[in-house]
């Protein structure tokens, strides 16, 4: 499957930010997705993940209450909508599809099989 994500920007403190990552091919919904970020000098760190359906979600800590990993099967995409964005949110965005079979949200990077090529996120203080 290949990934393609879009929505990243240059933002403020505080504001929203709505990333997409549309998925080709006709088994998306196969397909556990996941967000990963990777900060300038840090490994890349698990952002959420949802899974198959869409009714299971996982967030890192850091980011629970401010973004929302959610799908659209019909139309190959996954969202990852960002609000109050501080400047350590700062990093590029990674989208990631994994094909294993437990249709859970998987956290871990070596759990996904496929990936986008990212999209800068900015967050100025």
């Known amino acids: 499957v290949h990934l393609v994500e879009s929505g990243g920007g240059l933002v403020q403190t505080g504001d929203s930010l709505k990333l997409s990552c549309a998925a080709s091919?006709?088994?998306?919904?196969?397909?556990?997705m996941g967000w990963f970020r990777q900060a300038p000098g840090k490994e890349r760190e698990f952002v959420a993940a949802i899974s198959r359906s869409g009714g299971d979600t996982y967030y890192t800590d850091s980011v629970k209450g401010r973004f929302t990993i959610s799908r659209d099967n019909a139309n190959n995409t996954v969202y990852l909508q960002m609000n109050t964005l501080k400047p350590e949110d700062t990093a590029v965005y990674y989208c990631?599809?994994?094909?294993?079979?437990?249709?859970?949200?998987?956290?871990?990077?070596?759990?996904?099989?496929?990936w986008g090529q990212g999209t800068q996120v900015t967050v100025s203080s």
């Open positions: 990631a599809a994994s094909p294993y079979s437990s249709d859970r949200p998987y956290a871990r990077a070596y759990e996904y099989v496929y």
């Open positions: 091919g006709r088994t998306f919904s196969t397909y556990v």
